[in-house]
C-alpha cells in the first residue's frame, strides 16, 4: 500500500528526493512520515508531517538538511535530503498512522524501504 523509491548512491555533499506513493486507499488524513535502519544498527525516526501538512517533525541528526512534505491529490510523501552524509546512508521506509498530526514511534502502516548510500 505504501511504496517508496528514489534512493540510490550519492557523494557526500550531495542530494536525493524520496517518494512515498500509497495505492489502494488515500493517507490523506493520517500523519506520515520516514523512518530509517542503518547496518548494524535499530530503525529510527527521521522525520514527520501532519495529514494537512501543517506540522512536521525532524529527528535532531537530519534539522536543517531534510524537507518533509505531501501532495494529498497525489497520495504521495516526499523527503527532500540535502547535504547528505556517509552517516545518512540506511534502508529508508515510508509510514503512515492512525493518528494525524504526527506518527508514533511504531506506526501502524509500514512502507517499502528504499537504500540510500552516501559515499565519502
Known amino acids: 500500500q505504501l511504496q517508496a523509491s528514489g534512493g540510490g548512491l550519492v557523494q557526500a555533499g550531495g542530494s536525493l528526493r524520496l517518494s512515498c506513493t500509497a495505492s489502494g486507499r488515500t493517507f490523506s488524513n493520517n500523519a506520515m512520515g520516514w523512518f530509517r535502519q542503518a547496518p548494524g544498527k535499530e530503525r529510527e525516526f527521521v522525520s514527520s508531517i501532519s495529514w494537512n501538512g501543517g506540522e512536521t517533525k525532524y529527528a535532531d541528526s537530519v534539522k536543517g538538511r531534510f524537507t518533509i512534505s505531501r501532495d494529498n491529490a497525489k497520495n504521495t510523501v516526499y523527503l527532500q535530503m540535502n547535504s547528505l552524509k556517509p552517516e545518512d546512508t540506511a534502508l529508508y521506509y515510508c509510514?503512515?498512522?492512525?493518528?494525524?498530526?504526527?506518527?508514533?514511534?511504531?506506526?501502524?502502516?509500514w512502507g517499502s524501504g528504499t537504500l540510500v548510500t552516501v559515499s565519502s
Open positions: 509510514a503512515a498512522d492512525l493518528t494525524s498530526i504526527v506518527v508514533r514511534t511504531t506506526p501502524h502502516y
